[in-house]
């Protein structure tokens, strides 16, 4: 029995969300998931932080660096007070840490992931693996997503092709082939629920549109949608990764007033939003020329009834489904992943990457050692 603990606050910056599982190598078993919220004052501040024109001082980035990291570990403690294991017990952390800036197609590029794992190494007295994009953008990749192996490894199978699809604040999707031999595809579609979050955030104050009701009560604009479709991100080929820099409520602002739509109900808007979201995540599965057989969708999104509706819609052929159909909690899969990532990392085993044009395998992830032991491989 090997326990490791996966950790990671995706770009809806809601709060950690931390996944205790077991693996032994042939099976994953989630035995506990948590979700450990941002204060309110900290969550603002991420918000600021991450705006295009956000400019942070050193001292700044560094204790937001700290305290994020803390939090990060205040996680994988509370998770294992649920499940009343010992931190002794568990093998080690994977944290993804919380992005506020990723930014693969700038020379030089980089991506930035703060959360300090020195501080969630030396909080927990648990070995930690973290920065796992760096060495693959160094390499050429894009350092995102880092999923598809994941997915590779518990969702492939030869009775068809399948398609894994993650709506968090972006969307992203993994294309696995029912033949053995045929090589995955996983990239970045677009926004997931970010936008339509901004937008409802901008007029009613609130996190996000529960079951995607306000949406529903709206119209799609077609000049709009297909505005937004038009976006250079959407069209362009992958592998591609994109984040909140590029999907904003500037952005947003930005097309309105360009397409001079402005004057929609605020819930036409809304509407909209949720159809890019979708139309857009369709688009990169008909790009892999493959017909899927299944579509497990997980992340926030798989609670927006309006959305999974739409969904099913643009892909009448499919089999669509939460990742909770394959005994997967659709909430905990994206920490499940980089406990699965920690295990690759400390065990040496390459982790085959969808981020290039050619197939390429990468050691991922930087060890941290909390006490003095025997150097990790």
């Known amino acids: ?161 399948t398609v894994v699809v993650n709506i968090g604040g972006i969307a992203n999707i993994t294309v696995l082939p029912a033949a053995a031999d045929a090589p995955i595809q996983g990239f970045d579609t677009g926004p997931g629920n970010c936008l339509s979050d901004d937008w409802i955030s901008h007029h009613h104050g609130v996190a996000f549109d529960e079951a995607g009701k306000w949406a529903a009560s709206g119209n799609v604009s077609e000049h709009l949608l297909a505005r937004l479709m038009a976006d250079k991100f959407i069209r362009r080929a992958p592998p591609k990764s994109t984040g909140r820099e590029d999907f904003n409520l500037k952005f947003l602002m930005e097309i309105l007033d360009e397409t001079q739509t402005r004057n929609l109900k605020p819930e036409d808007v809304q509407a909209t939003l949720l159809e890019f979201t979708v139309s857009s995540i369709v688009r990169g599965i008909q790009h892999s020329s493959l017909t899927p057989k299944h579509v497990y969708v997980c992340g926030g999104g798989v609670e927006n009834l309006t959305l999974m509706n739409r969904m099913h819609a643009h892909l009448p052929v499919s089999d669509l489904a939460s990742t909770a159909a394959r005994n997967i909690d659709p909430h905990a899969i ?44």
Not at 348 to 367: C, D, F, N, Q, Y
């Open 334 to 377: 994206e920490a499940m992943a980089f406990a699965w990532l920690a295990h690759q990392r400390l065990d040496v085993k390459p982790v085959s990457m969808t981020t290039t044009h050619s197939a390429s395998e990468r050691i991922l992830g930087a060890v941290y050692l909390p006490t003095k032991t025997a150097v990790a491989k």
């Open 1 to 161: 029995m090997g326990l490791y603990i996966g950790l990671i606050s995706g770009t809806s910056m809601d709060g950690v969300d931390a996944a205790l599982v077991d693996l032994d190598g042939h099976a994953i078993s989630l035995l506990e998931s948590s979700t450990t919220a941002y204060p309110d004052a900290l969550r603002r501040q991420l918000g600021e932080a991450i705006k295009p024109g956000a400019r942070l001082s050193v001292h700044e980035f560094g204790t937001l660096n700290v305290t994020v990291g803390r939090i990060f570990a205040d996680a994988a403690l509370q998770i294992l007070e649920r499940s009343k294991i010992n931190s002794a017990d568990i093998v080690a952390i994977g944290s993804h840490g919380q992005t506020l800036r990723h930014s693969a197609e700038t020379d030089p590029p980089y991506s930035i992931q703060i959360g300090d794992p020195a501080s969630i190494a030396s909080r927990t007295s648990i070995t930690t693996v973290a920065d796992f994009r760096s060495l693959d953008i160094a390499a050429g990749g894009q350092g995102a997503p880092l999923v598809p192996a994941f997915h590779n490894a518990w969702f492939r199978s030869n009775g068809g092709n």
